[in-house]
Structure formats: structure tokens, C-alpha cells
């Protein structure tokens, strides 16, 4: 099988990358279980190829430890992912009051 084409790898790397922020911004910090079936209930819904278990569930670990996971570092964190930290920041601290 032919590899694909690099706009279309960077196209797939982005989509995971949304995917997984949606999922930082309704889950971070929450607990384990939740994080990994909200990553790979979101993954399927957007017909994204089911991902190696290992990746998801390191990458639910991060999420529910509050933290981001960048998928490419060529993506960077760009505006919607500033905005998913400044509402996870803010419900952190809500949470700690």
C-alpha cells in the first residue's frame, strides 16, 4: 500500500489533534475510564481508524491528569487549543475553591 500523501497524513494529524483537545477540554482531569471511552467514542464518530490501545490509553492518562497531548509537533498549539487550556485552567481553579 502506497504511503499517503503528506496533506493528507498532515490532514488525519490535525483531525486526531481537534479530537483529542475536544476531549482535554470535556474531560481533563477526570477520571481514567471516562477520558479513554470519551477518546475512542470521539475517534470513531469521526471515522478516524481506531488507534493502537497503547496510544489511547497513554494519551487518556495525560488528558485525565489535566494535561495536553500534542499529536504533531508541527501543528502546535494553535488558538482553539489556547482556548480549551484557558477553560480547563479556569474550571481547575473553580474546582479548588
Known sequence: MPEPAPEAQHD???LLQEIVAGVHADHAGGD?????EAL???IAERGFPEQPAKWVDDTAAEVSQGRHVVVDRELGVDSPLEETTDSAEQKTREESR
Open 12 to 14: 488525519r494529524q490535525r
Open 32 to 36: 481514567l475510564d471516562v477520558v479513554r
Open 40 to 42: 475512542t467514542r470521539r
